[in-house]
């Protein structure tokens, strides 16, 4: 399985960033991709997940209304659109596949990314 993330980088407050993940190489149908981040000193918090079986979309509180995630089927790809981004945002987001269904549990996710660097500046 490979996954790759991209398109993070510095901005202001109040800007935006969209990320993708490309993620290949698993060959079951049902599964969830899940953006995860991970800020200085913090522990790594599910941020936004896509569910292929439902097309299910789920949120952290902090971020809804701002974010927003998609994908690609064809391109084996999710995205992740950052709107309004705020310092507190700043993080390394990671993409994550597992089987099945959505879940904010980091530990059930098998595949992992090697992330990207969103910086958001005040």
């Known amino acids: 399985v490979h996954i790759v993330e991209s398109g993070g980088g510095l901005v202001q407050a109040g800007g935006s960033l969209r990320l993708s993940c490309a993620a290949s190489?698993?060959?079951?149908?049902?599964?969830?991709i899940g953006w995860f981040r991970q800020a200085p000193g913090k522990e790594r918090e599910g941020v936004s997940c896509?569910?292929?079986?439902?097309?299910?979309?789920t949120y952290v509180d902090s971020v809804k209304g701002r974010f927003t995630i998609s994908s690609d089927n064809a391109k084996s790809t999710v995205y992740l659109q950052m709107n309004s981004l705020k310092p507190e945002d700043t993080a390394i987001y990671y993409c994550?596949?597992?089987?099945?269904?959505?879940?904010?549990?980091?530990?059930?996710?098998?595949?992992w990314g090697q992330g990207t660097e969103v910086t958001v500046s005040s």
């Open positions: 896509i569910s292929r079986a439902d097309g299910r979309r």
């Open positions: 994550a596949v597992r089987r099945n269904l959505c879940t904010d549990m980091d530990i059930e996710y098998e595949y």
């Open positions: 190489g698993f060959t079951f149908d049902d599964y969830a």
